[in-house]
């Protein structure tokens, strides 16, 4: 069974520009959770959804957002980039949120902003 | 609401000592527990997970964790290190179905040849 995969793998962007990625759960999963990881602050929870409803959502700013599609893939969106969203973006995937379901991680997308 | 604390964001140890790493967790209700492992540039693994059927949880690559309700810990033990076991590590808690999973701000092991 094919594992979480996440597009692209690297990306660099400038600020001010905005980007999107995507994340596609391993099959049969339809929960899906975006982390930021950065050196400073750890994971940080962004959001969760789960068949095409958000969830659950971190502590960001209106400018991260994201959305579920009936195959259970998912894409986030980051609007006006700033330097300090350059991070390991990771996607995880579960049958089901929360419980005893573990997440299923993706490789991450490297964001670099400049 | 759940929290997890990790102490010691750094732990050193020798090739071949033991390797311990923390975690304690706060939860209203019984709670599952994971722990993961994150290698350079690559995304979590899962290590093991506590899901109330056995107190004492056997991983991969010999780790194993200990879920004490007592002292609310779930802490990760290797009897011997190797220097493949550098890398990041992060205990997670989860209750209800529908909750989200929480995340420790991970521990950094450094194996020293």
């Known amino acids: 069974k094919a594992g979480v995969t996440q597009t692209p793998r690297y990306l660099i962007k400038t600020r001010g520009q905005q980007v999107t990625l995507s994340c596609s759960p391993i099959?049969?999963?339809?929960?899906v959770s975006w982390y930021q990881q950065t050196p400073g602050q750890g994971l940080q929870f962004l959001f969760e959804?789960?068949?095409?409803?958000?969830?659950n959502k971190g502590n960001f700013p209106g400018r991260f957002s994201g959305r579920q599609f009936s195959n259970s893939r998912s894409e986030m969106n980051v609007s006006t980039l700033e330097l300090g969203d350059s991070a390991l973006y990771l996607c995880?995937?579960?049958?089901?949120?929360?419980?005893?379901?573990?997440?299923?991680f993706g490789p991450g997308t490297r964001l670099t902003v400049t | 609401a759940q929290s997890v604390t990790q102490l010691g964001s750094h732990v050193s140890v020798s090739e071949g000592a033991l390797v311990l790493l923390r975690c304690n967790y706060s939860?209203?209700?019984?709670?599952?527990l994971f722990w993961y492992v994150q290698y350079p540039n690559q995304g979590l693994q899962l290590l093991l997970k506590?899901?109330?059927?056995?107190?004492l949880v056997k991983g991969i690559n010999g780790f194993e964790a200990e879920f004490k309700k007592s002292e609310t810990s779930f802490h990760l033990t290797k009897p011997s290190a190797h220097m493949s076991d550098a890398a990041e590590y992060f205990c997670?808690?989860?209750?209800?179905?529908?909750?989200?999973?929480?995340f420790g701000t991970g521990t950094s092991l450094t194996v020293i040849p």
């Open positions: 995880a995937s579960s049958i089901t949120p929360g419980g005893s379901y573990e997440q299923y």
């Open positions: 099959s049969g999963h339809r929960s």
């Open positions: 959804y789960f068949s095409e409803t958000q969830r």
């Open positions: 939860s209203s209700v019984p709670p599952y």
């Open positions: 506590y899901t109330s059927a056995a107190t």
């Open positions: 997670a808690v989860s209750d209800i179905p529908g909750n989200q999973f929480y």
